[in-house]
């Protein structure tokens, strides 16, 4: 996953792309409590919905798609020092590189993703 994000003001907005295809990202933050959660909109296609929290130097939280598919993840900055440098302020302008992983139950089959900007996810089921 190649992903971008950007903090400003409560709003959480990005882009990027994946296996599935391109995407944006709009949703809101609260500085106070770390409480992030945004929708991922592939364009002319389905949408994905995120609830997560900062902690330490990243955010962790579940995803759905519905009712019927989701799981987790935990997406990171790429460089260390970058999510200090992201959230120091929130008038923060430059998007943050950043890295994820994913796991959960899509459409009744578990699986398990590791995803990096500017690579491919690396899909595999356990067992």
């Known amino acids: 996953m190649d992903l971008r994000l950007a903090f400003v003001n409560g709003s959480m907005t990005g882009e990027g792309i994946d296996d599935v295809g391109r995407f944006l990202i709009k949703g809101r ?12 909109s592939y364009i002319g296609a389905h949408d994905v919905y995120y609830r997560g929290f900062r902690e330490g130097k990243g955010i962790w939280g579940t995803w759905e798609i519905g009712s019927y598919c989701g799981g987790g ?45 500017n690579a491919s996810p690396n899909l595999r089921t356990p067992g």
Request: charged fraction near 25%; charge should be negative.
């Open 29 to 40: 933050y609260d500085s106070g409590n770390g409480e992030c959660y945004w929708t991922k």
């Open 73 to 117: 993840f935990h997406i990171w900055p790429r460089q260390a020092g970058e999510w200090e440098q992201a959230t120091a302020s929130a008038e923060a302008e430059a998007p943050v590189d950043a890295i994820a992983t994913e796991a959960g139950v899509l459409c009744g089959r578990r699986w398990e993703a590791v995803e990096t900007a």
